[in-house]
């Protein structure tokens, strides 16, 4: 399943930096495009089942679904795609291309404080 694989390397990541400074992970913002899009709830799921007995338990995942971005073929007009009014909302023309999808990123990541523990 994707979500678990996402899951999988978010939580190296993550784990890394943990142990780098010796603490526990508190949060993490993800974002994903929509060629590739992420459940919420499968990826938190799949998470808690890795993170689990690790520093990175109990920690919280955001995960920001970035629009895809489409360019009108015919006024140039750069719009974000609505999957259910898929047309240019400048002249309303339904030629256009895509912009590249965002790729899967780990925005941020928030570790405890280690002087508050
Ligand atoms: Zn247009």
Known sequence: MHETMVAQSIFEIIL???KQYNTTAVSATISCGQF???NDEVLNFAFEIIAKDTPCEGMTLEI???PLRAICKGCKNEFDFDVYKPMCPMCESCEFDFAQDA???LENIELKDPDTK
């Open 103 to 105: 790729e899967l990123l």
């Open 36 to 38: 590739n899009p992420i």
């Open 64 to 66: 920001i679904h970035i």
């Open 16 to 18: 890394e930096q943990a």
